[in-house]
């Protein structure tokens, strides 16, 4: 009958960060196969994941002793050749049944497509249990996403195999019986392991179904991730409440609990101390220095403001965790005290006395060192923050500083803090506070959704480091392919449109690129500026569809390649808002029906100036003439103080006259003359429709 499936790997510590994939692609890839080999129904019953640092395990419910026999049909050969003019059986029939195994009583004719076929009809038994998890079990451990495998030599001393970590046990229970299967030089069994220190050892596990209590009644082990993490938090949150704190940022606090979710199996919280002393050191390095190094959990006042207390996530549970407790602050005295000497010594030299230093750091081996990026970016910033309204100097002298915090003790223990220790000790040394801001926040947009430079002198800065990266990559030919992109090129030029249409900047892409190579020497770069625009083009086409616009109305305003992207998303509103009228559609395929003949008359070497009334002698070409006339007058100073959406809405009266024109009027007429002076009708109502978009995409 149908039981609960339990499969457990005991294993020796799994790596944290690794844990919850490793157990989740564990339990789906089971569940795949037993599926794919029908001893489970996919939309019966449900399956459990369960990992801790010492364990992969699922449940799978429902789960066949085996599988249903099932009966397959095979095409033999043709039924002229399997049979004789009397109807018996041929040699040639024959010798396939003997391949094949099979008797005469098992086939049947068929006709097919006009002919007659034989057919083998087979019964095939459904796979046992014990053979399908056998092989369910090998594929998903061999399609784990492990980080780095591990060859280690098994008990018998002879033979070796290769898993992420030694693996010590493993359980194949079917309800309560054993499922007789192996891997990793194990045979399955009901035995496993409790808690190190706190739990029963050797623990059995009656039937599937009992494993998870048992765990937790006999082994001290929360089983689960998922309610191991929600009774950390839980107990996270309730400790830090009590202390009237909070543990900060939920950004920074999920990772961190997930990793230690993975690091414990019977979590208890525990609050420590340090020294207040310690908070005279930037928070930043204390707050880095415990989560990264230490695994605490940092407090923070209602203000934000780091406090002297931490909390610990203990694999012990204990009425009394004083040792516990005074071991983790005799450890982290050290390492708060190494912060504060990396502080204080870095404060003893002038940031911009740092700056030489960087000609020691090779940037790219075609493009110089980070001294040479440096002089590029404090040039390129200048001419960024001129175009822009932000004060120059300062901008020069933000860019000339930003990257000088990577030669110091702090940023060299921390790599994470670049940038941030740049603004504590541009402060200390009494910069301009519009610099020291900028050497912080040039590094944004640093990933989607990242808050942008706030002041105009961190804008300039942070336009030209992403530019000047960009520029060089592409000039070297170092551009992104597929999945490839080791500068983070994708994520540079995001962040540049992001600070253009968001930023509300108004200043030409064309003339940032061009200003962005200028600042190489001459010769070290290739011709990729044109490459460049198409590329943030790129970007920007996915930024605007996860914005919500549609395919259509995103390509009527791009291919006409914009310079000003802060435009942009007004461009969007206005063609938003003329689909929503009634005209628009049919506005939309006359102007498709435009664009056609413009282009076919270009191809056959068609000129034309300007339209001329006087020539016109149909009642519609001179109703469109006229009409357009009207329109364009009233739609031109509207474009030209930015009001798009009325711009394109002044030209729905067109409609009438634009459909009456295509009704009755021929353009590709035999005279010259007439042909040209229509043809220019259509060019005029073309150029003058399609300044914000181009119309003709909306009915694509």
Not at 415 to 433: F, N
Not at 445 to 450: H, L, M, V
Not at 609 to 620: K, L, P, Y
Request: net charge neutral; charged share 25%.
């Amino acid at each position: 009958m149908n039981a609960s499936l339990l499969v457990e790997l005991f294993t020796e510590e799994l790596p944290p960060k690794a844990l919850r994939q490793l157990g989740e692609r564990f339990g789906q890839g089971l569940l795949d196969y037993l599926v794919r080999i029908k001893l489970k129904e996919l939309d019966t019953g449900d399956m459990r994941v369960f990992a801790t640092p010492r364990r992969l395990a699922a449940l799978i419910s429902e789960v066949r002793p085996r599988a249903a026999d099932r009966t397959e049909e095979k095409k033999l050969m043709p039924a002229k050749v399997a049979f004789g003019a009397d109807g018996s059986p041929s040699a040639a029939l024959g010798k396939r049944l003997e391949k094949e195994a099979a008797t005469l009583d098992q086939i049947e004719r068929k006709v097919e497509g006009g002919a007659e076929f034989v057919y083998l009809k087979q019964m095939i038994p459904g796979v046992t249990l014990a053979a399908g998890l056998q092989l369910a079990l090998q594929d998903a451990l061999e399609k784990l996403p492990i980080p780095k495998l591990m060859t280690y030599q098994l008990a018998d001393g002879m033979s070796s195999v290769r898993f992420v970590r030694p693996a010590h046990g493993l359980i194949a229970l079917h309800g309560p019986a054993i499922i007789e299967v192996s891997t990793l030089g194990l045979q399955a069994g009901r035995m496993t392991q409790g808690h190190r220190f706190q739990g029963v050892k050797d623990i059995e596990v009656a039937s599937a179904d009992a494993y998870e209590e048992a765990l937790a009644a006999h082994g001290m082990i929360i089983a689960s991730f998922d309610a191991r993490r929600a009774e950390i938090e839980s107990q996270l949150r309730a400790r830090a409440a009590q202390l009237g704190a909070s543990l900060g940022p939920e950004d920074a606090v999920a990772p961190l609990l997930d990793e230690v979710t993975a690091l414990v199996e019977y979590p208890s919280v525990y609050a420590g101390q340090f020294d207040s002393e310690f908070l005279s050191v930037p928070q930043e390095c204390l707050v880095l220095t415990m989560r990264t190094n230490q695994k605490y959990f940092p407090l923070f006042d209602s203000a934000g403001k780091l406090v002297n207390r931490f909390l610990i996530v203990s694999n012990m549970r204990l009425a009394d965790p004083r040792n516990i407790v005074e071991g983790n602050q005799r450890v982290v005295r050290p390492r708060l005290a190494d912060a504060r000497f990396f502080f204080d010594t870095d404060r003893k030299v002038r940031l911009e006395t740092r700056v030489p230093q960087l000609a020691k750091i090779v940037f790219h081996n075609k493009l110089g060192t980070q001294l040479e990026r440096t002089e590029r970016v404090q040039l390129l910033a200048g001419q960024v923050a001129r175009a822009i309204g932000a004060d120059a100097a300062l901008s020069e002298r933000a860019a000339w500083l930003a990257k000088a915090d990577l030669v110091t003790n702090m940023v060299g223990e921390f790599p994470e803090l670049q940038g941030i220790m740049g603004r504590y000790y541009a402060t200390g040394d009494g910069e301009d506070p519009r610099v020291a801001t900028a050497i912080e926040q040039h590094y944004q947009p640093r990933f989607a959704g990242d808050a942008l430079p706030r002041d105009a002198v961190a804008l300039a800065v942070a336009l030209a480091d992403k530019l000047e990266t960009l520029a060089g990559m592409f000039g070297i030919g170092q551009q992104p392919s597929g999945d490839r992109d080791p500068y983070a090129l994708r994520r540079h030029a995001l962040g540049v449109l992001r600070m253009l249409v968001e930023g509300g900047i108004n200043v030409s892409l064309i003339e940032l690129v061009r200003s962005a190579f200028s600042v190489f020497p001459p010769g070290m770069l290739s011709d990729a500026q044109a490459d460049l625009e198409s590329f943030v083009h790129e970007r920007l086409r996915g930024y605007l569809r996860d914005a919500g616009y549609t395919a259509n109305e995103v390509e009527s305003v791009l291919c006409m390649k914009p310079a000003l992207l802060a435009e942009v998303p007004r461009q969007l509103a206005a063609v938003r808002a003329f689909s929503a009228l009634p005209e628009a559609a049919s506005l939309s395929a006359a102007n498709k029906r435009v664009a056609n003949i413009l282009r076919q008359a270009e191809a056959k070497g068609e000129s034309f100036n300007q339209a001329d009334a006087a020539a016109m002698n149909e009642t519609a070409e001179r109703g469109l003439f006229d009409a357009l006339a009207e329109a364009s007058r009233l739609a031109r100073p509207l474009f030209q103080r930015g009001d798009y959406t009325a711009y394109l809405k002044t030209f729905a009266v067109l409609r009438v006259p634009v459909d009456a024109f295509f009704e009755s009027v021929m353009v590709m007429v035999d005279d010259a003359a007439v042909r040209k002076n229509r043809l220019a009708l259509l060019r005029d109502l073309r150029d003058e429709m399609n300044r914000v978009a181009d119309i003709a995409k909306l009915a694509a």
